[in-house]
């Protein structure tokens, strides 16, 4: 193991290292946001309830290249939001933020799926009676809904950081692939294969994605396992 | 304390239109299921919204649709048991204790009125499961851990949504002298959903009974349950309840006297102190009607009292027995009614064959004994 990061060269060193912090970033910046709108898809009836169930879902049917030219559309510097939040100094395109956001809406869908899943498991039973005890709206999920379906926001959000790291079409498309800004490990794979001599550093890289990836999963079964014993009340 | 409830709603095919009112003590629901007892239960904690109506405690209004008032759950103080305890698995006993406690000591609560939790928990005696996670405790155990927290969330009005209904006889045995300590030991008013005369007839001041979403009679305990009308598929079930005080014990004879409003009896020989009182239940049908004093007769207990009224129709008839203020019923046939020239305002005898002492006394189980 050792052998092969001293093997890295520079650009794939980065590569890697960027696209752990894009996917570390992505994935806790887009965690909030997507409990909540995990929350309201399982727990509440309102007017465009599946238009934004459709909504969240877009990402995962849409060709990735397609939400990335969106994406461009709407936070390049010329773009819907991007004019306007480049006033206050918040640039998309071409950063390494933007790679961050290009993984964490390709990662949404996956996140709020296993997220609305396991909130709906909780027993709303629960929630009634910690209602009852006079626990408010906020405190009854943050006290019984959100320690319940723990495993569930785990494995909600390790898929999420594990599609961050694999995330390559809307990424490139929306930052393009500048080496040390943009170039994630996969960006950084494909430009290695498509120059000549670049197949022992794609194979490199490539287990190293393999190990990540496996690494992800390990921890996340391992979390959820912790937090189920502890909600069944066994530990 | 008083609830006062004036409600309509419709599900479906299920609709529901109530009124009672509720005065301090317990105050069972009582219904068939599907009679509308948990809805209204719902709609009292808050967990459901009538379509119309008010709900109010000690003029404090819950909900009124008129005025566009709806006080949300957590804010109405109004602590519930249900029926599956809904103890919260990833908290101890004494987590789940403390959350009751927590929320209404963050309301503002001075943590000054209300019962310590030390008391409440030596009243339920769970004591010994403090440090337990609720999936290794019984269902009993868990049911009493729930009547904590609910307690210890310092409500105004106490719902229990059958509370029983899921326990076996023995672990009901265990709850049953907890629920009534509670009563009459908590101040807390009560509203207890069940449909189990027997635990109705044992706990409850006052009944309202529920049929098809409508209430088809309300008022005191003792005037509800000697009702047969009421209790059609329970006739055997049907009885008086008379307050009496142990007089005395008669060691020879292994007899205990006993004596109230009705007059006196004797049972075989209680574990009493002279003095205490006891809810003594008489079914009707262990009551003989007769109109001398009977002779020569194996029952030793005789009541004299006055025919009040005589009810129902077909067979099988109902005497009310005025018996010093204390109503006693007994069935008997229309054939022996008009054998034995039964008149309203005529003096009779009640002969009582048997009695069911409360449970509440004995601790354990409900008793009938022949006397």
């Known amino acids: 193991m050792s052998d092969l990061f001293s093997a890295l060269t520079q650009d794939e060193w980065r590569a890697l290292t960027l696209s752990l912090k ?87 869908p996956l996140m709020v799926r296993a997220m609305r899943l396991s909130i709906e498991a909780v027993d709303q039973g629960l929630e009634q009676a910690a209602a009852t005890l006079g626990a408010s709206p906020l405190a009854v999920f943050a006290t019984v809904t959100l320690p319940l379906s723990l495993p569930g926001i785990l494995a909600g959000a390790v898929l999420a950081f594990a599609k961050a790291m694999g995330e390559f079409g809307a990424t490139i498309t929306f930052v393009s692939n500048i080496p040390g800004e943009t170039q994630t490990l996969p960006s950084a794979i494909y430009t290695l294969t498509q120059v000549p001599g670049g197949e022992a550093g794609a194979m490199r890289l490539t287990v190293i994605a393999v190990v990540v990836a496996m690494g992800a999963l390990l921890v996340s079964e391992w979390l959820a396992r912790r937090a189920r014993r502890r909600v069944e009340g066994l530990a | 304390m008083s609830l006062s409830v004036d409600v309509a709603l419709t599900r479906g095919a299920f609709s529901l ?19 509308g007892k948990s809805t209204l239960i719902n709609l009292i904690a808050g967990l459901a919204r009538p379509d119309r109506g008010r709900i109010a405690i000690d003029g404090r209004t819950l909900v009124d649709t008129a005025a566009r008032v709806r006080v949300p759950v957590h ?77 210890l969330s310092r409500p105004r009005l106490l719902l229990m949504d059958e509370p029983l209904a899921a326990l076996d006889e023995a672990r009901k045995a265990e709850i049953l002298p907890h629920i009534e300590r509670l009563r009459d030991e908590a101040g807390v008013p009560i509203v207890y959903v069940s449909h189990a005369v027997a635990e109705v007839a044992r706990l409850a001041s006052t009944v309202v009974v529920l049929e098809a979403g409508r209430v088809a009679a309300t008022g005191p305990a003792e005037a509800i349950l000697r009702r047969p009308d009421l209790f059609p598929e329970r006739e055997a079930e049907a009885g008086s309840i008379l307050d009496m005080r142990v007089e005395g014990h008669d060691e020879a004879a292994g007899l205990t006297r006993l004596s109230g409003p009705a007059g006196r009896l004797s049972v075989p020989r209680l574990p009493y102190e002279p003095g205490r009182t006891l809810r003594v239940r008489v079914p009707a049908r ?55 020239g039964l008149a309203i305002g005529a003096p009779v005898y009640a002969v009582v064959k048997s009695v069911a002492f409360d449970p509440a006394a004995i601790g354990a189980g409900r008793r009938s004994v022949e006397i």
């Open chain 2, 75 to 151: 804010r109405r103080r109004i602590a519930c048991v249900f029926q599956d305890a809904r103890l919260l698995p990833h908290l101890s006993v004494k987590g789940n204790l403390g959350y009751g406690r927590l929320f209404s000591r963050l309301a503002g609560g001075d943590g000054r009125d209300g019962i310590e939790p030390e008391a409440i928990v030596a009243m339920l005696g769970i004591g010994h499961l403090l440090d337990r996670m609720p999936a290794g405790l019984s269902g009993g155990e868990k049911q009493r851990v729930a009547i904590g927290r609910a307690l």
């Open chain 1, 22 to 108: 894009v996917s570390v970033v992505a994935t806790l910046a887009s965690l909030p946001l997507g409990l909540w709108v995990a929350w309201l898809l399982a727990r509440r009836e309102f007017p465009g309830r599946s238009l934004l169930d459709g909504l969240v879902h877009l990402p995962l049917v849409l060709p990735p290249v397609v939400t990335g030219y969106l994406l461009l559309l709407a936070f390049g510097r010329r773009g819907t939001f991007g004019a306007a939040l480049a006033e206050i100094g918040i640039v998309f395109s071409f950063r390494w933020t933007g790679a961050a956001l290009a993984c964490a809406v390709m990662g949404f």
């Open chain 2, 286 to 340: 262990d009551v003989l009607v007769a109109t001398r004093v009977p002779e020569g007769l194996s029952a030793r207990n005789v009541l004299p009292g006055r025919l009040a009224a005589l009810t129902g129709a077909g067979p099988a008839l109902t005497a009310e027995i005025d018996c010093g203020g204390a109503i006693l019923t007994a069935r008997l046939t229309t054939a022996s009614a008009s054998d034995l």
């Open chain 2, 17 to 35: 239109d109530v009124a009672f009112e509720a005065g301090a003590g317990l105050t069972a629901l009582f219904g068939r299921s599907g009679s």
